[in-house]
């Protein structure tokens, strides 16, 4: 519970970050699986502190196309997580997160007008990594920050991202049959600590900090890719 708190304090604030805090220490206690279930029911059930804000200010024709390619991966990335070694993903994703760090921080920008189709690699990689860790935000986050978008079109885009994939995801697993009752109750109690700083982190959001909240990112965005290491549990 103090953990899924600390997440929605950043995810109110900045537009993301529940899964790169919370599935690390969540993995300590549940399988892949059920950590993928937890964090997409508890965003569900949390919804109405952040969306009707972002509904307001995101774009939701770019973040439909988005979420439509994730559709289709998502499926993918579950599939791949159910048979893959846990260390092996971990590692992965590691080195996927850490070298857009790393591009990001050297300086690396696009400019200009994203054309729409350029959005269909993005959202299926967000899906597929996202079916096979549950970290859905980190290629659609690093896209829209190493971009010219400012900070509050980049949290209300992603909110609304983010809450997509949980329907996505929660959607797929009840196919697998992999929720139960003890997940569904699990997720309603940290659902009531994530809602309500959630709601304390939105509203010490204020766009004029744009370089303060980019920054943030980028130390969560590390934060994420060193605790994930499995060389902790060695």
Do not use: C
Not at 36 to 65: C, N
């Amino acid at each position: 519970m103090l953990v899924i708190g600390i997440a929605g304090l950043v995810r109110g604030f900045s537009g993301f970050g529940t899964a790169l805090i919370f599935v690390p220490v969540a993995g300590i206690f549940l399988s892949p699986e059920e950590v993928i279930a937890v964090i997409a029911l508890t965003g569900i059930a949390s919804m109405a502190a952040l969306l009707p804000r972002a509904m307001r200010e995101g774009d939701k024709a770019e973040v439909g196309l988005l979420s439509l390619a994730a559709l289709v991966t998502v499926p993918m990335g579950i599939w791949v997580m159910t048979r893959t070694d846990s260390e092996v993903i971990r590692w992965i994703v590691a080195l996927v997160a850490g070298g857009a760090l790393l591009a990001l921080l050297a300086g690396w920008r696009h400019s200009g007008q994203v054309r729409r189709l350029a959005l269909f690699p993005i959202g299926a990689a967000a899906g597929f990594i996202g079916g096979m860790t549950g970290l859905t935000g980190p290629m659609v986050i690093l896209f829209y920050l190493s971009g010219r978008a400012v900070a509050q079109s980049v949290r209300a885009n992603t909110i609304l991202f983010l809450a997509a994939l949980d329907v996505v995801l929660v959607a797929n697993l009840l196919i697998r049959g992999a929720i139960d009752v003890r997940l569904i109750l699990l997720s309603g109690i940290l659902a009531i600590p994530y809602f309500i700083t959630s709601l304390i982190g939105q509203s010490k959001f204020d766009p004029k900090y744009e370089r303060l909240y980019r920054n943030i990112a980028y130390a969560v965005i590390a934060l994420a890719v060193v605790s994930g290491l499995p060389v902790w549990e060695r």
